[in-house]
């Protein structure tokens, strides 16, 4: 960890994380590189919600370092989270308010200029236009994905956090969300962190994959590489081998 | 404008948009003070006819009602604010964004504010038009026992902010009833001298005490006694320190525990 390279924008040293005797997270150590997408693959319970929200600044780790665009993450919280964003089907946006009241909140609280603009070319580019004036909770799961991509990149993040975004989606929408991110990826020079259990939207998005076990990282590389190294077809298999040998 | 206003103004707005789309929310802020004013006015109207003690203080009871109201919203003002985060699974959003944890006490207060304005403020418009009871007629020092009041509310909306960050929704009760567990010690509609004395010291603690005692004297002796008014502001300034602190600190353990995301499950 000592000899990063220049585009890391994201550094995890030794970390750990325990509630008690229980180890959610036992010395974990990876990095990101700048506009790479890295994977965090793992069953339930594997410890990829708790390594995102260290990564957030939202939990604090036990013990270890976590540097975010080269800042301590529990130093400097309030300048780094300016610079990142979070997508989640499982945190919500008020269900009572429409889509362009969410995006006004939550493009004020990050400070986001030219904010009518930046909803207009949001809402343009993600197809909800028309759903601008629609309460949240009237909307079907794939617009309200849509939606919370739109707030998680209302202010332009140098790292996006996205945990399990396409889950709850049909095919055809889980395809539309997964390029839309790509094609953002490939014009800005983001990064994204992203758990997931579907192995083909990480064999697809990322550069990088840390498979994970109980709270450790069992092996890591790019998805070719744990394919070619296991000698399987694709990730998902992978991944079964990975999870079934680390439960025995 | 300056960043931090900005955010907290951001989580004002989300209220009043609330309000803007569910007029229900709107109405019962606005029905129970005023039915509880009402209640209270024709007890007051059939007492004053029965009582030299009413007589000589019509509105007693009408200002202990609304002065209750005011207490009781400023404090469910503070709680439902946060619990709307949480029912609508919002937390995790606001903890991931650059809102501080004090910028967010202070949006929940000024929505408060907003949401004991409207309750009360249509409680006290009636009370005037219904029952001819003004309350500015009784003089500045008791618009300022109406700010402690707020200001005692808002201390244990935020204490009860911070059980909701440690226990979720199931601390939601406290909300509702929290308050009612002290109205019988502050003497909202008696003077505290009727409580046995073991509990007396008890209510001296509470700064509502001092301030339904102050009201009570404005009324039945047309004097307003500042050194109450002084204690009330003393302990509250405890009250509202401690209300902030808890609810750092709660915030601080949910950090450790990772409460921030999946607190409304």
């Not at chain 2, 404008?1 to 004002?12: E, H, Q, S």
């Not at chain 2, 409680?123 to 500015?136: K, M, N, R």
Request: net charge positive.
């Amino acid at each position: 960890m000592t000899n990063l390279p220049v585009d890391t924008v994201v550094s995890v040293e030794n970390v750990s994380k325990s509630y008690g005797d229980i180890t959610a997270v036992e010395d974990i150590t990876f990095s990101v590189e700048k506009s790479h997408t890295l994977g965090l693959l793992g069953s339930n319970g594997a410890g990829k919600t708790t390594i995102i929200m260290m990564l957030m600044g939202i939990l604090k780790s036990s013990s270890g370092k976590i540097n975010i665009l080269n800042k301590d993450i529990y130093k400097y919280r309030n300048q780094i989270s300016k610079e990142i964003n979070f997508a989640s089907p499982f945190v919500e946006l008020p269900h009572k308010l429409t889509v362009l009241q969410n995006l006004t909140v939550f493009g004020h609280i990050y400070g986001v200029k030219n904010l009518s603009l930046k909803i207009e070319k949001l809402s343009q580019d993600l197809g909800i236009r028309e759903l601008l004036k629609r309460r949240v909770g009237r909307l079907s799961a794939g617009q309200k994905t849509r939606v919370s991509i739109a707030k998680s990149l209302i202010n332009d993040p140098k790292i996006l956090f996205l945990d399990e975004p396409t889950a709850s989606l049909d095919p055809d929408h889980a395809d539309w969300i997964r390029t839309y991110l790509e094609q953002y990826k490939n014009k800005t020079g983001a990064t994204f962190i992203l758990a997931s259990h579907n192995m083909p939207e990480v064999e697809r998005m990322c550069n990088n994959v840390i498979m994970m076990g109980r709270g450790k990282v069992i092996d890591h590389g790019s998805p070719k590489d744990l394919i070619n190294r296991y000698n399987r077809e694709n990730l998902e298999q992978v991944f079964l081998q990975l999870a079934r040998n680390d439960r025995v | 404008m300056i960043l931090f206003i900005r955010r907290i103004y951001a989580m004002i707005l989300r209220h009043i948009y609330l309000f803007m789309v569910s007029w229900p929310r709107v109405l019962e802020l606005i029905y129970w003070p005023f039915l509880n004013m009402v209640l209270w006015a024709f007890m007051s109207e059939f007492l004053s006819q029965n009582s030299n003690l009413f007589l000589l203080a019509s509105g007693v009871l009408i200002a202990s009602v609304i002065m209750w109201d005011t207490l009781f919203r400023g404090q469910l003002g503070v709680t439902l604010s946060f619990i709307e985060e949480l029912w609508s699974r919002n937390l995790g959003n606001i903890a991931v964004s650059p809102l501080k944890p004090m910028e967010l006490i202070l949006s929940l207060i000024v929505a408060s504010l907003l949401r004991t304005i409207i309750g009360v403020g249509g409680a006290a418009l009636a009370a005037y038009f219904l029952f001819d009871f003004q309350i500015p007629s009784y003089g500045i020092g008791f618009i300022l026992f109406f700010v402690n009041l707020l200001v005692m509310g808002w201390s244990f909306g935020l204490a009860i902010c911070a059980l909701l960050i440690r226990f979720g929704l199931s601390a939601e009760t406290f909300a509702w009833a929290a308050l009612f567990f002290i109205q019988p010690l502050c003497g909202v509609f008696y003077p505290v001298s009727i409580l046995p004395e073991w509990l007396q010291p008890v209510s001296m603690l509470i700064p509502a005490t001092y301030v339904f005692e102050g009201m009570r004297l404005t009324f039945f002796e047309g004097i307003f006694q500042i050194d109450l008014l002084l204690k009330a502001c003393f302990i509250n300034l405890l009250y509202i320190f401690i209300g902030i602190s808890l609810l750092l600190y709660s915030y601080s353990y949910a950090k450790k525990k990772g409460l921030l995301l999946g607190n409304a499950e």
